[in-house]
């Protein structure tokens, strides 16, 4: 089967059990978002970051397949998603986020006025800065969806937001030894 499918020239997309939605509505553009996340997260990832940077990049990776699966789905589905077991999400998630942002944080951050990304010269660090970014984006664009009507659990709409926060410390952990 081809990639190329034609589907998607009349500007609508395939969302989760065969439902079908414009390329543009607020849905697609969270779920872009969160797809360009992952994708700044594997620039960081692949840029040399430090081994234990790598697993919280590989957990957070994990977690954002979930979150579009949940994106994916329309409410009216969230039942068929649940027997189907897709990845779940929820508090859980947020409060591992946050744990890993007080770990690092004990770590010691080097930080001296604005951030200003790349000047330590390290393209994984600045990755991680792009993916915070983008992590801002997608926050501003779940929250979006949220607002239209379209009501998302509490998790996914604060997640972003820690992550984000995380994304931040993680370029700035003083790992000097």
């Not at 649940?82 to 930080?111: C, L, N, Q, T, Y």
């Not at 915070?132 to 709409?157: C, F, K, N, Q, T």
């Amino acid at each position: 089967m081809s990639i190329i499918t034609g589907r998607g020239d009349s500007g609508e997309t395939d969302l989760l059990f065969g439902r079908r939605t414009a390329k543009t509505g607020k849905r697609v553009e969270a779920l872009g978002a969160v797809d360009e996340l992952n994708a700044a997260l594997g620039l960081a990832r692949s840029a040399g970051a430090a081994a234990e940077v790598e697993e919280v990049i590989d957990r957070v990776q994990e977690k954002l397949v979930a979150l579009m699966g949940v994106l994916a789905c329309l409410p009216e589905d969230a039942e068929k998603y649940r027997e189907k077991g897709f990845s779940p999400f929820g508090d859980e998630d947020v409060a591992w986020v946050e744990a890993r942002a007080k770990e690092f944080e004990g770590k010691g951050i080097r930080f001296e006025g604005w951030a200003r990304p790349g000047v330590e010269h390290s393209v994984a660090r600045a990755g991680l800065d792009l993916a915070r970014a983008v992590a801002r984006r997608a926050e501003r664009r779940v929250w979006d969806l949220h607002e239209s009507g379209e009501g998302l659990p509490e998790a996914v709409r604060l997640y972003f937001n820690r992550v984000s926060d995380l994304l931040w410390i993680l370029a700035r952990v003083d790992d000097r030894d």
